[in-house]
């Protein structure tokens, strides 16, 4: 079992930055593959970034050149980089850890941009 703690959400004026954090309660394998999804009200949840193992990292068109999803290995932790932030980022934040056919989640952080 993997445990994710996400940290760092928070209310912000569009524009505004913030920096989500995921901290693993195990180490984080070169082999997972780590993501963040976000749900807003009424939506179903939707991929926002995620990093691969090997590849391309993955971004969603509605936040490319403003989010940047990194691992730090060494603290067990995956961040989320939000620039620009835009009312519209406005959800629940999750963090997603795939490994092989097990997939684990965190129990989501709060972001709202208001205009």
């Known amino acids: 079992q993997v445990q994710l703690v996400e940290s760092g959400g928070g209310s912000v004026q569009a524009g505004g930055s913030l920096r989500l954090s995921c901290a693993a309660s195990r180490s984080i394998f070169s082999t997972d593959v780590m993501g963040w999804h976000r749900q807003a009200p009424g939506n179903e949840r939707e991929l926002v970034a995620r990093?691969?193992?090997?590849?391309?990292?993955y971004y969603a068109d509605s936040v490319k050149g403003r989010f940047t999803i990194s691992r730090d290995r060494a603290k067990n932790t995956v961040y989320l980089q939000m620039n620009s932030l835009k009312p519209e980022d406005t959800g629940v934040y999750y963090c997603?850890?795939?490994?092989?056919?097990?997939?684990?989640w965190g129990q989501g952080t709060q972001v709202t941009v208001s205009s």
């Open positions: 997603n850890l795939v490994r092989g056919v097990r997939s684990y």
């Open positions: 990093l691969p193992s090997g590849g391309t990292t």
